[in-house]
């Protein structure tokens, strides 16, 4: 293949991968003209609306979710068509260098019908559970274009799940008598959905209008202020010359991003782009580079302690401080990122991949020094959250205004370093908190009408479904926990397929969080209320990379020329190593530190799940220090349960529970017995590839 073809591929790889990641950024339309500043102003002041109820704005929080819920159904009515593209039809329904007429007439009507509940809040709430004509009519006109927006901007699973409920909740008396339900009123359903807080405007869109906007927003003025690519080099100089070097910077680069952007599909866009082209360069196959950047993107949400968005929606759920939530997820998120750098260093000894030269890698020390100003508003919120124990959103909106001063100075001191013009750099710099503050806006509209769908599916539980819900599961799974565990994570596979990872999250803790705790209750097994919702967070992100549908594989297959479905495999492969933590931390409460409160036992219970997590990989990868035998794979899931399940391990054995950590030396020692077994496999491995290198 010559140069040109190869450019053009490379060239035709990157446009896929940017086509996506601009629809995962709300990028729908690209208008022409005078009206292209239309949507990104109303994004701007959307972002300004935001700052202001996190500081002097006082509204009450149904105003709040009106109006956040008001903005992004006007956003996604003007900026994304009809039809992505054009199959049938006038051309208007997929037009996108132009807003239709009959789009600004509907995003007007969504808008209005948002803020209806605003608008008559005096009148609402006096006839609450008594709807008139008009507010039926204003209810299912918001219904019916929250579906419709919902479906343009996420894609049409979360309209029909709900459509679905919707139906049942109508259909229910006439249903077979397993999942016959009492039903409900036009009334009923129109007051619970749209004129009330437990449905449209419940806890998720809350949590989406007062905390995750100020992350997702501080993310944005993060990338635009350059700290993407600060992260990727930062990653590079300090890992890149090790064994596999470029899939261990692509993994750290990959965690810090997702820290902060709470999306697969950009994350890779933006580390990928840099990391898939070295991996290929040092020998790894475009479908393995492309896994790790797949892995490593899709669990960046899980790492504290900015978590994806459905991290926020736990802790209202749970009803404790967001800090909790952290916690919790603290050492399953680092354990499932330590096994894969792992997996990766696995990788490289398969394919004896070295790092890459040092004279090819940026210097550590300066390209620290270089961007150190980024990690400023980093501390800030962390000194926000874990110190100060401030709010989420406090804590946020004091990290996005010294993330602004950084924005603003950043650019006049790079011009006065050059000794250029200072006030073009001023206005270079306004000019970028601008552009994020209208990034900001246009990121959040998929998560708003995520939630605020999302809540209809929840409004209709709480009719009078949970109760049901909860015997249909228990009668599938047979009142066995362990085989209710099993389908609540295929479902959440399977939802979570077409469903932004907060969508997937909301639904499955709906419908089989109270179940696992229920179920796991009525068999003498307590379950922490904290584990159920976890796994169902942890199931919703692994969604993402889920052949055949997981759009993060078929982005980082764009940029490295891979088959996406083959890019998915892999990449679902490698995490399988995290999918094993949710069913370990729902029987094993120590790994989420439920009633621990010391800091060494943590650490140990850190340790203990990173070595087990090790294990786990080597059995499902093939791979120790050699080439597993068959009779080894046993021997790695031994270890894995006793560093991970050390209670049930000693409850075998007859050791008190209190005294369950002595399980832990026990699989170090087994862990130690397969290496001498695999050592002797290296020096052969060893004299045969010399033995290569020779006879070439």
Same mark, same amino acid.
């Given at each position: 293949?010559?140069?040109?073809?190869?450019? @053009?591929?490379?060239?035709?790889?990157?446009?896929?991968?940017?086509?996506?990641?601009?629809?995962?950024?709300?990028?729908? @339309?690209?208008?022409?003209?005078?009206?292209?500043?239309?949507?990104?102003?109303?994004?701007?002041? !959307?972002?300004?609306?935001? $700052?202001?109820?996190?500081? !002097?704005?006082?509204?009450?929080?149904?105003?709040?979710?009106?109006?956040?819920?008001?903005?992004?159904?006007?956003?996604?009515?003007?900026?994304?068509?009809?039809?992505?593209?054009?199959?049938?039809?006038?051309?208007?329904?997929?037009?996108?260098? &132009?807003?239709?007429?009959?789009?600004?007439?509907?995003?007007?009507?969504?808008?209005?019908?948002?803020?209806?509940?605003?608008?008559?809040?005096?009148?609402?709430?006096?006839?609450?559970?008594?709807?008139?004509?008009?507010?039926?009519?204003?209810?299912?006109?918001?219904?019916?274009?929250? $579906?419709?927006?919902? @479906?343009?901007?996420?894609?049409?699973?979360?309209?029909?799940?709900?459509?679905?409920?919707?139906?049942?909740?109508?259909?229910?008396?006439?249903?077979?008598?397993?999942?016959?339900?009492?039903?409900?009123?036009?009334? &009923?359903?129109?007051?619970?959905?749209?004129?009330?807080?437990?449905?449209?405007?419940?806890?998720?869109?809350?949590?989406?209008?007062? *905390?995750?906007?100020?992350?997702? $927003?501080?993310?944005?003025?993060?990338?635009?202020?350059?700290?993407?690519?600060?992260?990727?080099?930062?990653?590079?100089?300090?890992?890149?010359?090790?064994?596999?070097?470029?899939?261990?910077?692509?993994?750290?680069?990959?965690?810090?991003?997702? =820290?902060?952007?709470?999306?697969?599909?950009?994350?890779?866009?933006?580390?990928?782009?840099?990391?898939?082209?070295?991996?290929?360069?040092?020998?790894?196959?475009?479908?393995?580079?492309?896994?790790?950047?797949?892995?490593?993107?899709?669990?960046?949400?899980?790492?504290?302690?900015?978590?994806?968005?459905?991290?926020?929606?736990?802790?209202?759920?749970?009803?404790?401080?967001?800090?909790?939530?952290?916690?919790?997820?603290?050492?399953?998120?680092?354990?499932?990122?330590?096994?894969?750098?792992?997996?990766?260093?696995?990788? +490289?000894?398969?394919?004896?991949?070295?790092?890459?030269?040092?004279?090819?890698?940026?210097?550590?020390? +300066?390209?620290?020094?270089?961007?150190?100003?980024?990690?400023?508003?980093?501390?800030?919120?962390?000194?926000?959250?874990?110190?100060?124990?401030?709010?989420?959103?406090?804590?946020?909106?004091?990290?996005? !205004?010294?993330?602004?001063?950084?924005?603003?100075?950043?650019?006049?001191?790079?011009? /006065?370093?050059?000794?250029?013009?200072?006030?073009?750099?001023?206005?270079?710099?306004?000019?970028? *908190?601008?552009?994020? $503050?209208?990034?900001?806006?246009?990121?959040?509209?998929?998560?708003?009408?995520?939630?605020?769908?999302?809540? %209809?599916?929840?409004?209709?539980?709480?009719?009078?479904?949970?109760?049901?819900?909860?015997?249909?599961?228990?009668?599938?799974?047979?009142?066995?926990?362990?085989? =209710?565990?099993? %389908?609540?994570?295929?479902?959440?596979?399977? %939802?979570?397929?077409?469903?932004?990872?907060?969508?997937?999250?909301?639904?499955?803790?709906?419908?089989?969080?109270?179940?696992?705790?229920?179920?796991?209750?009525?068999?003498?097994?307590?379950?922490?209320?904290?584990?159920?919702?976890?796994?169902?967070?942890?199931?919703?992100?692994?969604?993402?990379?889920?052949?055949?549908?997981?759009?993060?594989?078929? +982005?980082?297959?764009?940029?490295?020329?891979?088959?996406?479905?083959?890019?998915?495999?892999?990449?679902?492969?490698?995490?399988? &190593?995290?999918?094993?933590?949710?069913?370990?931390?729902?029987?094993?409460?120590?790994?989420?530190?439920?009633?621990?409160?010391? !800091?060494?036992?943590?650490?140990?219970?850190?340790?203990?799940?990173?070595?087990?997590?090790?294990?786990?990989?080597?059995?499902?990868?093939? /791979?120790?220090?050699?080439?597993?035998?068959?009779?080894?794979?046993?021997?790695?899931?031994?270890?894995?349960?006793?560093?991970?399940?050390?209670?049930?391990?000693?409850?075998?054995?007859?050791?008190?529970?209190?005294?369950?950590? /002595?399980?832990?030396?026990?699989?170090?020692?087994?862990?130690?017995?397969?290496?001498?077994?695999?050592?002797?496999?290296?020096?052969? &491995?060893?004299?045969?590839?010399?033995?290569?290198?020779?006879?070439?």
């Amino acid at each position: 293949m010559n140069t040109v073809e190869e450019y @053009r591929q490379d060239e035709a790889g990157r446009k896929l991968a940017q086509k996506l990641a601009d629809e995962e950024a709300g990028i729908g @339309r690209r208008v022409q003209g005078p009206l292209r500043f239309l949507i990104p102003g109303i994004a701007v002041i !959307w972002s300004l609306f935001q $700052l202001s109820i996190a500081s !002097w704005l006082i509204l009450d929080t149904i105003f709040v979710r009106a109006i956040h819920l008001g903005f992004a159904l006007l956003i996604v009515f003007l900026n994304y068509p009809v039809l992505k593209e054009r199959r049938f039809g006038p051309a208007f329904l997929s037009a996108r260098n &132009r807003i239709p007429m009959i789009d600004f007439v509907v995003a007007a009507i969504a808008c209005l019908s948002a803020l209806y509940i605003m608008i008559d809040y005096g009148g609402i709430t006096q006839r609450y559970g008594l709807p008139i004509g008009r507010d039926i009519l204003f209810g299912m006109t918001l219904t019916l274009l929250l $579906l419709e927006g919902a @479906r343009r901007v996420i894609g049409p699973a979360l309209p029909i799940i709900a459509i679905a409920f919707i139906c049942y909740s109508f259909l229910g008396p006439y249903m077979p008598d397993l999942i016959a339900f009492k039903g409900t009123s036009m009334s &009923r359903f129109v007051g619970q959905m749209t004129m009330s807080s437990e449905g449209i405007y419940g806890i998720p869109l809350d949590v989406s209008a007062t *905390i995750v906007f100020l992350f997702v $927003l501080f993310g944005a003025m993060l990338d635009k202020a350059g700290a993407g690519q600060y992260f990727i080099k930062l990653a590079l100089s300090l890992l890149g010359g090790f064994k596999g070097g470029p899939a261990k910077a692509a993994i750290m680069g990959s965690g810090l991003t997702g =820290m902060v952007s709470g999306s697969s599909i950009a994350n890779i866009v933006t580390t990928g782009t840099f990391t898939i082209p070295m991996m290929k360069k040092v020998g790894y196959p475009a479908t393995k580079a492309a896994a790790v950047e797949v892995a490593a993107s899709t669990d960046g949400q899980l790492a504290p302690p900015i978590m994806g968005a459905a991290a926020f929606i736990i802790a209202e759920y749970v009803n404790v401080p967001y800090i909790e939530v952290v916690k919790a997820a603290a050492v399953p998120a680092f354990a499932s990122y330590a096994a894969l750098f792992y997996i990766s260093h696995i990788e +490289a000894s398969k394919l004896g991949i070295k790092g890459l030269p040092r004279h090819e890698l940026p210097p550590f020390f +300066a390209t620290l020094l270089s961007g150190i100003h980024f990690l400023v508003p980093l501390f800030m919120l962390l000194y926000e959250l874990i110190v100060k124990r401030h709010s989420p959103e406090l804590s946020a909106f004091n990290a996005i !205004w010294v993330m602004a001063l950084i924005m603003i100075f950043q650019e006049p001191f790079k011009a /006065w370093r050059k000794n250029e013009q200072v006030m073009p750099a001023f206005k270079q710099g306004f000019l970028n *908190i601008f552009s994020a $503050l209208a990034a900001g806006g246009r990121n959040m509209v998929s998560v708003a009408l995520a939630t605020a769908a999302a809540g %209809i599916i929840v409004g209709v539980v709480a009719l009078g479904l949970g109760g049901l819900i909860t015997q249909v599961i228990d009668v599938l799974s047979m009142g066995n926990i362990f085989l =209710m565990l099993v %389908i609540t994570a295929l479902a959440s596979l399977i %939802i979570g397929m077409g469903l932004p990872t907060t969508a997937t999250y909301i639904v499955m803790a709906s419908l089989t969080a109270p179940a696992i705790v229920m179920i796991g209750g009525a068999n003498d097994f307590i379950v922490p209320l904290m584990s159920a919702h976890l796994f169902c967070f942890y199931f919703g992100i692994l969604a993402d990379d889920t052949p055949p549908v997981g759009l993060a594989a078929y +982005a980082a297959a764009a940029i490295a020329k891979s088959p996406p479905i083959a890019t998915g495999i892999q990449g679902f492969m490698y995490d399988i &190593r995290t999918a094993i933590l949710p069913f370990m931390f729902i029987f094993n409460s120590d790994l989420i530190l439920h009633n621990v409160t010391s !800091w060494p036992q943590g650490i140990l219970i850190f340790l203990m799940a990173c070595f087990g997590n090790f294990a786990f990989a080597s059995a499902t990868q093939g /791979w120790f220090v050699a080439k597993n035998r068959f009779y080894e794979v046993p021997l790695f899931l031994g270890v894995t349960i006793m560093l991970m399940r050390p209670d049930a391990v000693a409850s075998l054995l007859g050791i008190a529970h209190d005294q369950r950590y /002595w399980v832990y030396p026990m699989g170090i020692a087994l862990l130690g017995i397969i290496y001498l077994m695999q050592r002797p496999r290296i020096e052969e &491995r060893k004299a045969i590839t010399a033995d290569e290198a020779f006879g070439d």
